[in-house]
């Protein structure tokens, strides 16, 4: 009994797979190429990260799209942490918001995108030259624990293990049969299940909870997968939707077939479902996305279909080019939803698509020509609802036809028209009369009965020019509008009989083309003309109540002299729509208010209705504009919202009952709900894509984390790149640098801001969102900004400058006291030492002169000695005095003074005692900066040196004067064969030597080799 009823179901779902299906639908596309930014136009795979950037996966390298701008990534040399390969197979972001890179030729990654690094993961299996080759299939595969798997289809499937940051079989879960080939594995949602799609042996699974691995020959776990589709022998792209339904995909005979089992109600969905019929070429299916509405879409190989829940079929999109809306490619190799619903189309041939399902607000219909047997090429001008919700369509220079409420075609089924003639109706308007509608052609009037389906014509020969308007007041009468003599008017009464006779030219309204009448909510007709502006006539009166037009005055003045639309908004508002303006006339006011221009609507107008809600909806030559009274804002669609043709016509649009609205174009009519038109309510937030300094890109995530942005003097040039991560609508975004600009500012479509030179200072730059309302959003973007004042700007700076230059003079000042005093000091040194020098050799002149005196009588020879010792000891005096009176003389405040000084003293010593002294001097000596009593210092332990040496005998002498590190050193060099030695050895010790030693600090060392001696006076240097 189950076989049978399997068979039962199995037929069914055939007969329904070779059903008629759907024709291709064709959806509003925008493309991405190599001319838009696209790295190549092969596409391999694309994803949608937290921030709301589109990752894209190309053969030429990684991209990250904004929605305005492209960033590119790719191998870098000698950078290990660059992208490895410039093929990018597949983009993933597993459960733990890892970003994953796999190449084309086996590389898989971690990818950083913040700092846009790559971290390699190694890569274990068993043939390492199938994983290379650019041919062999491989993809990453994530579980909803964060799990991630690797598979090379038909060879093997390993598995990531994060502390050896690699792939391996070693990691995997369970044992594959060796025999198995699995050519796709799939976690199942929600459950710890491992699916696998094995060649010619069906389906496997592994289950974590339980442990068991269940397939064909030993079905552990009782799967129904498994159990129903035994006899399967090829599955591949298995898949789980939300509703509980596995799918896959079957070959037969070359072809793929789709198959799909609901698991809850244990019941066949689709059996077998091939797409021969629809792809009547080659086909393969790659791949099933299910949206976040529960859509259910399939693509691959020519094939690009959304599966229709309620016919059980898939509904192929249009594939081949028709115009810049439409899509063309030969594969598509990956779908994916974004967060905005927008579904990202890669291809292998034509770059990247974009589209949003549920945003397909505009249905474009072109009508099935009679005269030509196919889609004609006439202007539907006039549209209105018959009684049974079908809807009767009047196409310029063809015929009437009739659409059923879902807008497909219907017989029209109407008696009476000429079977052999064109019957353009150019206009219709319902009667007061239940069941009747008026519909005007070019010579006359039909009467339309729509319980009996039958029209009764009238023919108005008397008309100077055809109909163009036609409509009927609150008494019954009719109001038509001319090609080019005005307006005449059917009266109800005198027509009754004989309608003809209830025909008259309205001679209040001058002989011109009248492009809309409108009957207003009073009664009142309003006559729009295309010279002569508006007429506003009383039918009971058949007199002008009010007359609009360009040289106007009391509030009825026009911008032009045309008008090509009517709204009767409420009781007190008419919206009226001339070539280029929106105006609205308060009736009750009596003034005139415009909501609109050529500045806001490009085009001429054309059309307008108003929807349930209060928008107004203007059609132009342009595209459809809606419109906000309350804040005058204009949102225009066009070919780019899916609108294939936007040039509209006069006075074509009409609002069904059920708040549909249709609008006629050049060679097809748009129907819409409006209410379904939900655009840039949300308030999107603005992101910061790039911030350059000197043209220079910071890291934005280390950037952002600051509370002010800190830059210094010479970083004055900035450029920040802005994006709302909005790819379907165009949201708006204002901006304002607080300290630098004066106002609000609107960004341009590039959404990128220059400042070429910040001042030093303080800045707040604030950015938000611009909704289709005009409304701003709640969460604006804030960003603190100081640009550093050079140092020689600032005030610190300025105040250091003056205690600096205090500074110098107080140091110069210092320097000269200091200066002065030393002077001082030393004047007052050598002051001392010449007072203590005198006032000794004076004493003992004293002495010696008293001694002298009294032995003068009674030892004259000793009187003659101490008469020789006051002669040598006044002459040292004199000699001393000397030396200190040429020392602080400003005329030797020199090192070179002080040699020459050195070699007449030794000239002198050499001619008084005969000797033979000699003397070197270092030029490096001369150039020497030494204070006076420095060099008084070491001229005096020099003249004491030199005199001790000849006082011992020492008749030969070669001294040398040089510079030694920080000392002045003087090398003596003497024959010492005739010299008393104890003498030259007390030498160094001598008291007035010892003195100056210790004044000095200076050293005196005595070497004897032999018959010569050396002795070495080292005086440190005191600048």
Known sequence: MKNIFLYISIAIYTLAGSAQKPEPKRYNFAHYTEESGLLSYQVNSTLQDDEGFIWIGTNEGLQRFDGIRYKNFGQAQNDSSSILSKAILQVLLDANRNFWILTLDGSVGLFDNKSFTVEMAQVKVKNEVLLASLTMPKKLIAADDGTVFLLLPGEELVTYNKENHEFSADHNFFNPKPEWKIVDFIPQPGTKKLWMCLSEQGFAVYDQN???????????????????????????????????????????????????????????????????????????????????????????????????????????????????????????????????????????????????????????????????????????????????????????????????????????????????????????????????????????????DQQKRQVKFYQLPNLKSRIREIEEDKEGNLWLGLQEHGVYKWDTKKGKVNFEKGISHFTAIPEVRVNKIMIDSKGLVWVGTHTKGLYVLDPKTDSVVLHFHDRATNGLKLPDKMVATILDYNDSLTVIGTSTNVLLYNRLRKNLLSLGSNKTISGFIRSMEKDSTGYVWVSSTAGLYRVNLQNRVFIRFNRNNGIRNDFFIMSASYVMPDGRMIYGASESMVAFDPASVKINTSYPVVNITDFKVMNRSLPLDSLLRLKTIELGPNQNSIAIDLSTMSYNTAYGIKYKLEGLDNGWEIADKTHQLMYTYLPPGSYQFKANSINSEGEEGTNPLVLDISVATPFWKTRWFYGLLALLVGFIFFWLDKIRMQRKEAVHKMRSNIAISLHEEVNTALSQINILSEMAKIKAKSDPTKSTEFIDQIHSKSHNMIIALDDMLWSISPDNDSMEKTVERMKEYIDALNNRHNTGIEILVDDRVKSLELDMQYRHNAFLLFKDSILGLVNVCASQCKIHLTLEKSNLLYTMQINSERCDMQKLNNLKYRRDIVKRLNATKATLNLQVLGNHSILELRIPIVH
């Open 210 to 448: 339980t442990g068991q691995l269940s397939h064909n020959d030993n079905n552990l776990g009782q799967e129904i997968i498994i159990e129903h589709y035994k006899n399967t022998t090829n599955p591949n792209k298995l898949f789980f939707d939300s509703r509980g339904r596995a799918w896959h995909v079957g070959m037969a005979d070359g072809l793929p077939y789709i198959y799909s089992y609901d698991l809850q109600k244990k019941e066949v969905v689709l059996y077998k479902y091939g797409f021969l019929d629809q792809v009547p070429r080659h086909h393969e299916i790659h791949q099933f996305l299910e949206q976040h509405d529960g859509n259910i879409w399939i693509s691959g190989i020519n094939i690009l279909a959304k599966y229709l829940e309620k016919e059980k079929q898939f509904e192929q999109v249009h594939n081949g080019y028709v115009d810049d809306r439409s899509i063309e490619f030969i594969v598509v190799t990956n779908l994916n939803e974004g967060r905005e619903h927008n579904i990202w189309v890669a291809t292998g041939n034509n770059g990247l698509f974009r589209f949003n399902p549920a945003e397909e607000f505009f249905t474009n219909i072109g009508h099935p020509s009679k005269l030509a047997g196919k889609i004609g090429t006439g202007a539907p001008i006039t549209f209105i609802q018959d009684l049974d919700g079908s809807v009767l369509v009047g196409v310029w220079n063809d015929h009437l036809y009739r659409y059923d409420h879902n807008l497909k075609p219907l017989p029209l089924a109407i008696k009476g028209f000429p079977p052999n003639e064109i019957t353009t109706v150019v206009n219709m308007c319902r009667s007061r009369e239940d069941g009747f509608i008026w519909m005007a052609v070019k010579n006359g009037i039909y009467k339309y």
